[in-house]
């Protein structure tokens, strides 16, 4: 019998010299069941959006070949190209950014794209980068509802957006079945310890409209980079009540930080999380 759900690798969690072919075969070989694509800010990752025909045929190619698929993106190219920057110049990169995303995630079958839920990130958040992003967010639904791939807003570390509560929000103003939210767990413990709340009754509030979780790591007020084990998020009680809400795709969250043992990082998270996800009913 096949596993009820599925475990995916964030890209960064290795090094960014390795091809395709290599990063999906490590991912394989750890254990892991699909690749979560980066889009971030540089040129050289937002270049992939405008990748040929060709090169994108090859890539899936090579998905099939190594038996390892891409099936989620994340889209953190959009923290600088923000959707409710007052520049529109930034706000229309940012636009075109996620358009070309849908249309690479819809052509390599890639089910949910990732973006942050930040209005803006290097200026000032006001009514009107709020509204700007509101507006924005509508237009993207509506290129998601035409491509048929999900659009997850990602739970984030500032105040805009740092609860499922918050997001839900948002869901509700665009009223799209392409919209929902893709919550990462390390910054719903953070946000709950912050406001003296209740992590797990902040999941309950996106029933049915949680895409996938991300399995992260944090501290109080550290939201990157801490070794799993070492912060207090608590996975076990997370992935039960992901599960109980109907999650069966998780992505482990980690970067790649220059250790020439990384491959040991990768077997390490698929050893810790796949025994609390094999224990769900």
Known sequence: ????????????????????KERLEAAKAAGYDYVEISIDATEEKIARLDMDRESRLELVKTMYETGIPIR??????????????????CCARGMAILEKSLQLADDLGIRVVMIPGYDVYYEESTLETK???????????????????????????????NTVEKAMKYVTLCGSNYLKVYPDIGNLT????????????????????????????????????????????????????????????????????????????????????????????
């Open 1 to 20: 019998m096949s596993k009820a759900y599925e475990l995916g690798l964030y890209e960064k969690a290795m090094p960014g010299t390795l091809t395709w």
């Open 72 to 89: 989620t993106m994340c889209v953190s190219a959009l923290t600088k190209y923000a959707i409710g920057s007052s520049d529109e110049a």
């Open 131 to 161: 509204h700007r992003f509101l507006e924005n967010l509508r237009k993207a639904a509506r290129l998601a509802e035409k491509t048929g791939v999900l659009i997850g807003l990602e739970t984030m570390e500032n105040e805009f957006m």
């Open 190 to 281: 953070n946000a709950a310890v912050l406001y003296k709340s209740d992590v797990l009754e902040d999941m309950e509030l996106g029933r049915g409209n949680l895409t996938s979780l991300h399995l992260k790591e944090t501290v109080p007020g550290k939201f990157r980079e801490i070794p799993y084990g070492t912060g207090h998020v608590d996975f076990e009680a997370a992935i039960k009540k992901a599960w109980d809400l109907g999650v069966r795709r998780f992505v482990t969250e980690f970067w790649y930080t220059g250790n020439p043992e990384w491959k040991k990082d990768l077997n390490a998270a698929v050893k810790m999380m796949c025994p609390i996800l094999d224990a769900q009913k």
